[in-house]
């Protein structure tokens, strides 16, 4: 427990340098230090049983995201698909050295890197631990932004694939969610077009 702190403490160290802000509960934050403990916090909610190394995955899932943005990439949907693996490989990496300056063994690192990337998460439950709780985290905290930028059909259609990567166990904990009004219906929506499908 004293190891797994100590990174998730240098977790937090290297999200803290994050530029993007945000204010949360008036005060101002670093946006990747608040996502980092946000999927802490949905992690022990849902998965309480979790091993260290989804723990440890979960809390490093965008370590340092804001060194590889999105607009250096072609802003199409290959370009979109290409920096979210890219960013997976470079987020396994950072949180690795963090680990192994720690004493974690190839093996630890090994696995904590497979699980930030969700490596073959339909078949990993562990790996597929890490998305559902990814898609919590954006539910819960984020979706009521992005709702408010996009049409109301792109957020449906987001909202089902979000749900069709998401397992059994991660779409009852995302029915109870206190959620905003519009993304309650925006999810409900989801729900029965998935259902449908």
Known sequence: MERMNAAAAEIDAANSQDPNR??????????????????????ARVYPDASEALRLAARAQHIRRWEV????????????????????RKHAEWAGAILADLGYSD???ARVGALIRKDNFRRDPEAQAVEDVASLVFLAHYA????????????IGILVKTLGKMSEHGKAAAAGLDLPPAV????ETAIAE???S
């Not at 943005?69 to 997976?88: A, F, H, I, S, V």
């Not at 009521?144 to 957020?155: L, Q």
């Not at 309650?184 to 999810?187: C, H, M, N, S």
Request: aromatic share 10%; hydrophobic share 40%.
């Open 107 to 109: 093996d630890e690192i």
């Open 69 to 88: 943005p999105r607009n250096t990439y072609p802003m199409d949907r290959p370009g979109y698909l290409r920096w979210r693996k890219d960013l997976g």
């Open 144 to 155: 009521e932004d992005f709702a408010a930028k996009h049409e109301p059909g792109k957020v």
């Open 22 to 43: 945000i204010t949360v509960d008036g005060a101002d934050y670093p946006a990747e230090l608040i996502y980092g403990q946000r999927m802490s916090a949905m992690l």
């Open 184 to 187: 309650r219906a925006a999810l």
């Open 194 to 196: 998935t259902a449908a």
